[in-house]
């Protein structure tokens, strides 16, 4: 074969002017120390571009074999004796650390977007992943120095969340009842957990709360299911609006409202690892008769507020708002009483004081998971119904 490039180049010229319109191009790709057998036409002439980055050897006389170099994009012609003339487009890429390539191809099995090609020296990564691959991937990069990382962050599906809510006003001398092991060293709001493993404990608090029910010493003030966007705040209001008269600058008489009754907001965001953190406010406010202002009743509120992580179906209960109710009655004897002297001997007097506390139960799951306990929850429900049918008629035949 001719190798010398000066030959090539006149025979280059002459052939693309003559025959442009025979022309092949092939692309061929190769890592540095990779070698590949090529067939090529019996006879013909091969001439390199740069043979820094390739070395290619004739072996029989219709087969070459290149071998790649150092990283670089380089070409070489193949011209057959009919004058056919074929060019070679070799790119030679940088040899990649074996586990590197095995860490980086168990991405792209979970991370659709993620794409992976060559760059001279640089393996170079590009499209989306998640924020956990995403941290996987700046990792990778601290190590190999020839890992160039041009992937972005995913923004994550703002997935649904169901929040299932119960306010319940239970009596002070009661609260234990519900089976769980307050704080009691703390001030201010309390926290109890209960998630899906713990289903009997759940079941447990909702009969418990139920037999209160029916005792008279404890009722359900509130029970909304709200739904909304992870992010997004969910709010819900039980009760009315009082009318307070303010006087305006130019003295005339406004009226403005105060609401007052039950009012919920709660604000669930769905972290990257499936938990879900909270921000509830609760809110319960009466009227209050015995303090007023020109006729209007003040408002006696009960706040809470708490900052909390569960995972999706875990169950939190808030306490620790208390009120404290309390006053006198008398009994008389109509008549007798009011006789002096004697008349307090017809007169009982008997003081009433009545403690209760207030308890936020709040159920966070998202409206996936939601579906999938249904699901299942309709899959054993059928099994169920099955295995009861297959044993009646087992229990005909015999």
């Known amino acids: ?128 992943v998640s924020a956990a691959a995403m941290a996987v991937i700046e990792s990778l990069e601290k190590r190999y120095p020839t890992l160039l990382n041009k992937a972005s962050v995913l923004a994550p599906e703002r997935q649904m969340i169901e929040l299932n809510v119960q306010i319940i006003e239970v009596k002070r001398q009661q609260i234990d009842a519900l089976g769980v092991q307050w704080q009691r060293i703390i001030n201010g709001p309390l926290i109890a957990f209960g998630g899906q493993s713990s289903a009997g404990w759940q079941g447990q608090i909702d009969s418990q709360i139920q037999l209160m029910q029916e005792r008279g010493v404890a009722k359900i003030l509130a029970n909304p299911v709200l739904t909304t966007q992870s992010g997004e705040k969910a709010g819900f209001l039980a009760g009315g609006e009082v009318p307070i008269p303010q006087i305006a600058e130019d003295g005339r008489t406004d009226v403005s409202y105060k609401p007052y009754g039950i009012s919920l907001e709660i604000k669930p965001q769905l972290t990257p690892q499936g938990q879900i953190v909270s921000t509830i406010n609760a809110e319960v406010s009466n009227l209050d008769p015995a303090v007023s202002v020109a006729g209007v009743p003040g408002l006696l509120t009960r706040k809470s507020q708490a900052v909390v992580t569960s995972e999706s179906g875990e169950r939190v209960m808030l306490s620790g708002l208390l009120s404290d109710d309390h006053g006198d009655t008398d009994e008389r004897v109509p008549g007798l009483a009011d006789i002096p002297a004697v008349g307090a001997a017809f007169t009982m007097r008997q003081q009433r004081r009545q403690q209760t506390e207030l308890l936020v139960m709040v159920t966070a799951i998202t409206v996936k998971d939601r579906q999938q306990q249904q699901q299942r929850l309709t899959t054993l429900t059928a099994e169920r119904s099955q295995w009861q049918n297959d044993a009646t008629c087992t229990g005909m035949e015999e």
């Open 1 to 128: 074969m001719m190798r010398r490039v000066l030959f090539a180049a006149i025979l280059f010229c002459c052939v693309t002017n003559t025959m442009a319109n025979e022309l092949l191009q092939r692309e061929l790709s190769l890592t540095v120390g990779e070698s590949r057998v090529l067939t090529m036409t019996s006879g013909a002439d091969i001439t390199v571009v740069d043979s820094t980055l390739i070395n290619v050897v004739a072996i029989t006389s219709n087969r070459l074999l290149v071998r790649a170099l150092k990283p670089g994009t380089t070409a070489f012609f193949s011209a057959a004796p009919n004058h056919a003339l074929t060019r070679w487009q070799v790119t030679i890429n940088a040899a990649v650390a074996p586990q590197l390539t095995q860490q980086i191809n168990a991405l792209r099995q979970s991370e659709q977007h993620l794409a992976v090609k060559n760059q001279g020296e640089l393996l170079v990564l590009t499209g989306q």
